[in-house]
């Protein structure tokens, strides 16, 4: 291995979510293909489940996103103060 006079990359390990790898980066994914990106931080997937893999896009939350084009509404008002409906 050639000296650099770069310091290396650093890999920041998540238990519950991506790989963040100081950039720029290249993927090489199991079947051969080659994934580049020049953006200074990357978080890469490690559950499989994002749809723009090998990069993450934080499909592994769970969690329900409201519409912005409908008002939130709520209906447990009444059971959060229960003093409104008397």
Same mark, same amino acid.
């Given at each position: 291995?050639?000296?650099?006079? &770069? ?14 790898? &100081?950039?720029?980066? &290249? ?7 080659? !994934?580049?990106?020049?953006?200074f931080t990357v ?15 934080? !499909? ?7 519409? &912005?084009?409908?008002p939130a509404t ?5 059971t959060e103060n229960?003093?409104? !409906?008397?």
């Open positions: 291995m050639p000296n650099s006079p &770069e310091r290396p990359r650093r890999v920041t390990v998540d238990r519950d979510g991506p790989l963040l790898v &100081e950039g720029p980066v &290249e993927v090489v994914g199991d079947d051969g293909t080659v !994934s580049v990106s020049a953006r978080a890469i997937c490690t559950c499989r489940r994002s749809r723009t893999y090998p990069w993450c896009d934080t !499909s592994h939350r769970r969690r329900v996103k409201q519409h &912005e084009d409908k709520s209906d447990t008002s009444d229960p003093e409104a !409906s008397s």
